[in-house]
């Protein structure tokens, strides 16, 4: 029986496939990380601009990692987008589902990480009947499995 909904949604998951997809293009995969913040373990690596007087780093001198700039955003097009092609939206319940009837071929809905196991196996049978792709489908699903 578990067996036969899992393969149920794998199977829909497939089906279910965005009006575009345009190409994602990352101009740096990288992270940005704090200048020297790998030499002091105390430094937190997230990314803060270099205010030193005399800091060589702020100065832009040969040998230095790259600064964060404008022109390693996204494309507007492509920003936010997940590899398959749909945008997230977020879903606590089968009455937010609905919102995405009409543009479900634009955005797939995720399930909030608070929601129950019950009420996530009625957005998932909902989601299925109105053709709604759902990016989380089988977290929680395990401890139905034990019963």
Known sequence: RVHEVNSRMAGSKSTLRPASRPKIVKKKTNKFVRFDADLFKRMNPAWRKPHGMDGRFRRHFKGTPKHVKIGYGSNTKTRYLMPDGFHKFKVSNVNELELLL?????????????????????IIERAEQLSIKICNPNTRMRSDEAE
């Open 102 to 122: 009409m543009h479900n071929k634009k955005y797939a809905g995720e399930i909030a990480h608070n929601v129950s196991a019950r009420k996530r196996k009625a």
